[in-house]
């Protein structure tokens, strides 16, 4: 079933996007509005948010038991974003997770591709996905952007399900405005016929982002742009509701602004309405 929602986005030519999670008010607020609109959703778990909500098994129990509460029927995959070890993956792999990335971008190609296969090995026994990086995502396109030739040589070195290529995003807020290298995707995509991921989704504008779907990319992921939009309505919240300590009014005032954030880069992905009962996991 993973595999087919990747594959549906890769024939189609849309981007699933991944929301980034951070606690229970983000697991309801991401799931129920992806549901809403019948839309497949990635839920990416770094590696410090999985620690932060007392570690993988945790975050695959509480997904699970969310999902059954609210009656969330759309795909969903829960995915460890950015591991940088075989051990991150194995436990994350171990209690439950659909779908991993190692990123072994900063080391040589040739260890790169040898710690991938390693992830690939154990990932794939257990029918999880993998995804891997090459290049650096970074604003600095004449250094760390991935080339051609390294995608080709690593996609035939390795068994990943999808590949994230430097492509001129960078993660967090932009400093300088993006440049993004559309044709390196089209080359990309054309050379090994991988769903290609882009990391660094917020902040890049709407016209942006359809392109890059355009020109190959099937992955789009966005954290830094729902804190933002969390953090500042909680903010507000917390100014004009001086006398108010109840937690769960608190941490929820920042979601009517995620819901918005969510429902506009669905909207832009082309990711609605792809809902197939058949397929539901």
């Known amino acids: 079933m993973k595999n087919k929602i990747i594959?549906?986005?890769l024939i189609n030519n849309y981007a699933i996007p991944q929301f980034n999670i951070n606690n229970l008010e983000w697991i309801k607020t991401i799931l129920s509005e992806c549901n809403n609109l019948n839309s497949p959703v990635i839920?990416?778990?770094?590696?410090?948010?999985?620690?932060?909500m007392c570690g993988y098994k945790n975050v695959v129990n509480m997904v699970n038991n969310?999902?059954?509460?609210?009656?969330?029927?759309i795909p969903t995959i829960i995915h460890l974003d950015h591991?940088?070890?075989?051990?991150?993956?194995?436990?994350?792999i171990d209690a439950g997770f659909d779908s991993v990335m190692i990123d072994a971008s900063s080391s040589l190609l040739t260890d790169n591709i040898k710690l991938t296969n390693q992830v690939c090995n154990y990932a794939h026994k257990h029918n999880v996905l993998v995804e891997a990086e090459i290049g650096h995502i970074s604003e600095d396109i004449n250094i760390n952007c991935t080339s051609v030739e390294d995608a080709n040589n690593f996609y035939k070195q390795t068994d990943i399900d999808l590949l994230a290529a430097a492509v001129g995003t960078a993660h967090g807020c932009y400093n300088v405005k993006p440049h993004i290298q559309y044709d390196l995707i089209t080359k990309i995509k054309e050379s090994t016929?991988?769903?290609?991921?882009?990391?660094?989704?917020?902040g890049l504008s709407d016209e942006c982002l359809k392109k890059c779907i355009k020109n190959g990319i099937n992955k789009i992921n966005f954290n830094t742009e729902l804190q933002l939009a969390w953090s500042k309505e909680l903010k507000s919240y917390l100014k004009e509701n001086k006398d108010v300590y109840d937690p769960?009014?608190?941490?929820?005032?920042?979601?009517?602004?995620?819901?918005?954030?969510?429902r506009h880069y669905i909207k832009i992905l082309g990711s609605f309405d792809r809902y197939y009962e058949t397929d539901n996991n």
């Open 7 to 9: 594959q549906d986005a």
């Open 43 to 52: 839920l990416g778990v770094s590696t410090s948010a999985a620690k932060y």
């Open 66 to 73: 969310i999902k059954e509460y609210l009656n969330i029927k």
């Open 83 to 92: 591991a940088t070890t075989y051990e991150e993956c194995v436990s994350a």
């Open 193 to 202: 016929n991988l769903p290609l991921v882009l990391h660094g989704g917020s």
């Open 248 to 262: 769960r009014k608190i941490i929820t005032a920042g979601c009517n602004s995620m819901q918005e954030v969510i």
